[in-house]
């Protein structure tokens, strides 16, 4: 079956360290996307990919990086920049990045700073 | 700037109780609107996907309704069972400045009683 792999499921940091989520698909879609999930706060957009070798930064990209060298994989590095890293990660993918298509979303990764 | 509000932020009902979700949304020139159902600790899984030229998408107990001139959406639960406890989103795509992204509502959490 065709979906979203993201690994870690649970994932912990500690002060100073880079750490990267991986996000796999296998939908043969063209547009990815990273969210961060807070309580009480909706969705918010971190880095999108609409094809391999190019992406850009959403609403809240300071202190994560991205790269799309493969179209299967989206992987999300949390630098040390990042102050406040502590979060549920979400991917998604969808067929491209126009109008009609939805989003497909993997399980997710909790991220939590020791 | 597309803003979607959700309200109730949560509801609790009987068993067998038909109920509505409501969604806002600030702009209507969207492209479609998606709701989405999220387990604690999970990823978001698709429901319904309504395009902007469709009014209504209905699949087994759950229809969801679009009304873009109101910038409004429900999403009806008929004979709610425990299983349908969960949080619910809906996400609108477009919107202001033709962005292909969605813009996330923070959410409707339901618990149906036993």
């Known amino acids: 079956d065709g979906g979203i792999t993201q690994s870690p499921k649970y994932l912990f940091r500690k002060e100073g360290q880079n750490v990267t989520l991986s996000c796999e698909q296998n939908l043969n879609h063209d547009a990815m996307y990273w969210y961060r999930q807070d309580p009480g706060q909706g969705l918010r957009l971190i880095y999108y990919s609409q094809i391999v070798n190019d992406f850009q930064k959403g609403d809240i990209a300071e202190g994560y990086s991205v790269s799309r060298e493969k179209k299967e994989s989206f992987p999300l590095t949390v630098t040390s920049a990042q102050k406040n890293p502590t979060a549920f990660y979400l991917c998604?993918?969808?067929?491209?990045?126009?109008?009609?298509?939805?989003?497909?979303f993997g399980s997710g990764t909790r991220l939590t700073v020791v | 700037k597309q803003e979607v509000t959700q309200i109730p932020a949560a509801l609790s009902v009987p068993e067998g109780e038909n109920l509505v979700l409501n969604c806002s949304f600030t702009?209507?020139?969207?492209?479609?609107l998606q709701w989405f159902r999220q387990d604690p600790g999970k990823g978001l899984t698709s429901l319904l996907l309504i395009q902007s030229s469709q009014r209504e998408q209905t699949s087994g107990r759950l229809n969801a309704s679009l009304d873009k001139s109101s910038g409004r959406s429900t999403l009806y639960i008929a004979a709610s069972q425990p299983g349908d406890s969960a949080t619910y989103l809906c996400a609108v795509k477009g919107g202001g400045s033709g962005t292909y992204k969605y813009i996330f509502g923070t959410g409707t959490r339901l618990k149906v009683l036993a």
């Open positions: 998604a993918s969808s067929r491209d990045n126009v109008g009609g298509d939805g989003y497909t």
């Open positions: 702009d209507s020139a969207i492209y479609n």
